[in-house]
């Protein structure tokens, strides 16, 4: 248990500089109303990023049963953060000055950003194997069929610039997000 505070730590440090990324990025919109057009396919992103991140910190508590920890399964967590972290750097730059606006920028960038997505969710595998096969189990077929399917749709989204599709997408994404949260982490055992 002392192990997992002190790993649960660093890992809250990270996570706090990618969620001050994206409040920090999204306040940009709400101090300078007139200055950037918002674009909200990339408003979109930042919210499911946010829920993405305050789920990760809600799902990672069950680590706290796992008795023995290795230097491994520390940095693994750590990289995993980081390229959380990393994602939101990518929403939220310190300059778009060479763009035309959020939806330039989001779409010149969506290789790399939805390219690191994809990452997320097989990394997201290992996360889960962390905590037990029979935590990775008890998922059944719908958890691997939904880490596919968004490593498939990020190969997607990294290759087209249709906005009906990046528009889809994106509500898509955060309507099952949000769904997946409320349906198997709801309360924490």
């Not at 940009?28 to 829920?51: C, K, L, N, Y």
């Not at 491994?72 to 035309?100: H, K, N, Q, R």
């Not at 960038?109 to 935590?135: C, H, N, P, Q, S």
Request: hydrophobic share 55%.
């Amino acid at each position: 248990m002392e192990q997992f505070l002190h790993i649960r730590v660093l890992l809250g440090i990270v996570l706090g500089l990618a969620i001050t990324t994206l409040l920090k990025g999204l306040a940009r919109f709400v101090q300078h109303p007139g200055r950037e057009r918002v674009f909200w396919v990339h408003i979109g992103w930042a919210i499911s990023m946010f829920t993405l991140l305050a789920h990760f910190w809600w799902w990672e508590f069950r680590l706290v049963h796992l008795t023995q920890w290795s230097f491994v399964s520390f940095a693994f967590l750590i990289v995993y953060v980081v390229v959380l972290f990393l994602l939101c750097t990518l929403l939220f730059p310190d300059d778009i000055g060479d763009y035309e606006g959020w939806q330039d920028y989001f779409l010149s960038r969506r290789g790399w950003f939805f390219g690191i997505m994809a990452l997320v969710y097989v990394i997201d595998f290992g996360d889960t194997l962390i905590k037990g096969r029979e935590y990775f189990d008890a998922f059944g077929i719908e958890y691997p069929l939904r880490n596919l399917a968004y490593v498939v749709m990020c190969l997607i989204a990294m290759r087209t610039r249709s906005l009906r599709f990046h528009r889809t997408f994106v509500i898509v994404s955060l309507l099952y997000q949000l769904s997946w949260i409320y349906r198997l982490y709801d309360f924490v055992e």
